[in-house]
């Protein structure tokens, strides 16, 4: 409705004042208190000095223009103040809404686009030998939410999951755990997420102190990245312990995601530079490859760069992200790329797709959209450092959840004399996490019906009362 209404209130300022508004804002918002109706419009005000009229007389006549194309959805615009519009719904207009979507149960009432587009959303995206932590709650369950409404709205929607595969991480932690005796026929396919955090937490240790072990570690990356196939071999193992790890979360969340890493753009990044570079707009700053990006300066007033490849001839994180928005736009044809991350990114992405713009490589038609949330912080105030390892894990915040809800539930339903059986746990659960975390389907691993242990293995046979992880996935017989 908002942007049909910003369509129609751009035709009647033409209609209204000609060329002179061509560039004129409709500045429709939704109402910030309900005695200004439904919709404001506040295009009046900032178009006075150019008018040179008075904001009130520019809304009668915006108004004159207005008015035909709102009959049968909107009363009569109000004029308040100097100039503002106030749009309210006809009683009549909602009531033949609500009747429509009460006749389509399927879709409400709601049509599919005409013109469907390819849509990617990069989301949730948690780092390889790291466990998921509460950070990645937001950036899952919100790309998750932007996937379902464009697929729903009848749209080509591919769900990227750019996990953190690639880097020095993994020479240091193949270095590491070599050293501790694991190799890939030995050991390391025994390993799982926890032991890999913590042997992380380690060699990032030794990594910091011990110059031959950093030596060693960058040679294992540089190994890595050739294609050796002692270190590809390990690498795979820890991916997949990883993986593991993540579609445990993702059963619980009921979220689907193909998983697209860092890895998968290795072979691209040589191709970027080289393209930069033909295109005039790689420059060398104190050995390193950079883009100076138009708009930002240092607070010297000098330009700042962004790297894209360094002095040793390595890549950086912006060096695969441009090879990932040239691969979309080209080779998956994507109408729009979103990037679901903490606003703390917002920066990086401006600087990223101003560049590959530049470069070329985004058709006017083609939109890259920076989707920002808060930052996700710990009891220090502090953002999250996943490197640090002190973090709630995300497993144990969505268990802890029910475990919460389930003691206080259970002491209200004994205060009344109720039974606390296993339909209303079942009930509890789904309400748990519908509500809670996800406001989706989040119960299926819920149903089994133990209640004390941390983790079901039994097969859902058992008659306990509140498992929060079934290992059954909510195929077995007592699950709901």
């Known amino acids: 409705m908002r942007s049909w209404l910003e369509g129609e209130v751009t035709q009647a300022l033409k209609r209204a004042f000609g060329d002179e508004v061509a560039d004129a804002k409709p500045m429709v918002t939704a109402a910030t208190k309900p005695e200004f109706g439904d919709y404001q419009c506040n295009a009046a005000m900032p178009l006075s000095k150019a008018l040179k009229s008075k904001p009130r007389d520019i809304a009668e006549k915006l108004v004159?223009?207005?008015s035909p194309?709102?009959?049968g959805i909107f009363e009569e615009p109000e004029i308040a103040?100097?100039?503002f519009l106030n749009l309210r719904f006809k009683p009549e207009y909602?009531?033949?809404?609500?009747s429509l979507m009460l006749k389509d149960?399927?879709?409400?009432?709601i049509p599919k686009v005409d013109k469907p587009q390819r849509i990617i959303v990069d989301f949730s995206s948690p780092n390889i030998a790291k466990e998921m932590h509460v950070g990645h709650l937001r950036s899952t369950i919100i790309g998750d939410t932007l996937c379902r409404l464009e697929e729903f709205r009848g749209h080509e929607v591919q769900r990227l999951n750019h996990v953190g595969d690639w880097g020095t991480q993994f020479g240091m932690l193949i270095t590491y755990l070599r050293d501790q005796g694991f190799t890939s026929d030995k050991g390391l396919s025994d390993l799982d997420i926890g032991d890999l955090v913590e042997f992380y937490k380690?060699?990032?240790?030794?990594f910091d102190e011990d110059e031959e072990f950093k030596d060693r570690s960058r040679k294992e990356v540089v190994a890595l990245q050739a294609g050796d196939a002692t270190s590809l071999a390990g690498w795979k193992l820890l991916c997949e312990a990883s993986r593991k790890e993540f579609q445990i979360v993702y059963d619980m969340l009921e979220v689907k995601l193909e998983e697209r890493g860092e890895s998968f753009y290795n072979a691209l990044l040589s191709s970027v530079v080289s393209d930069l570079k033909t295109g005039g707009l790689l420059e060398e700053s104190e050995g390193a490859q950079v883009v100076f990006v138009d708009g930002f300066t240092n607070k010297d007033g000098d330009r700042m760069?962004?790297?894209v490849q360094k002095t040793d001839g390595?890549?950086?994180?912006?060096?695969t992200d441009l090879a990932a928005i040239r691969q979309r736009v080209t080779t998956e044809a994507a109408d729009r790329v979103l990037y679901v991350t903490d606003s703390g990114q917002a920066s990086h992405f401006t600087q990223v797709f101003q560049v590959a713009q530049r470069a070329g490589w985004v058709p006017s038609t083609v939109s890259l959209e920076h989707v920002p949330f808060g930052l996700v912080q710990g009891e220090d105030g502090k953002k999250f450092k996943t490197r640090s390892g002190d973090t709630v894990r995300l497993r144990d915040l969505l268990d802890e959840a029910v475990l919460r809800a389930t003691a206080d539930l259970r002491s209200r339903f004994e205060a009344d004399g109720k039974p606390f059986d296993k339909q209303v746990l079942y009930n509890l659960r789904v309400c748990v996490w519908w509500g809670g975390s996800k406001g989706g389907r989040m119960w299926m691993w819920l149903g089994c019906g133990c209640e004390n242990a941390v983790e079901c293995r039994c097969g859902c046979g058992c008659d306990c009362e509140s498992v929060f992880v079934c290992g059954c996935g909510g195929r077995g017989p007592g699950c709901g």
């Open 69 to 71: 194309a709102l009959q």
């Open 305 to 307: 760069p962004l790297l």
């Open 314 to 319: 390595g890549f950086m994180y912006s060096t």
């Open 64 to 66: 004159k223009e207005l």
């Open 81 to 83: 103040g100097p100039g």
């Open 105 to 109: 149960k399927e879709r409400l009432g």
């Open 202 to 206: 380690k060699s990032k240790v030794r």
């Open 94 to 98: 909602v009531g033949s809404r609500i």
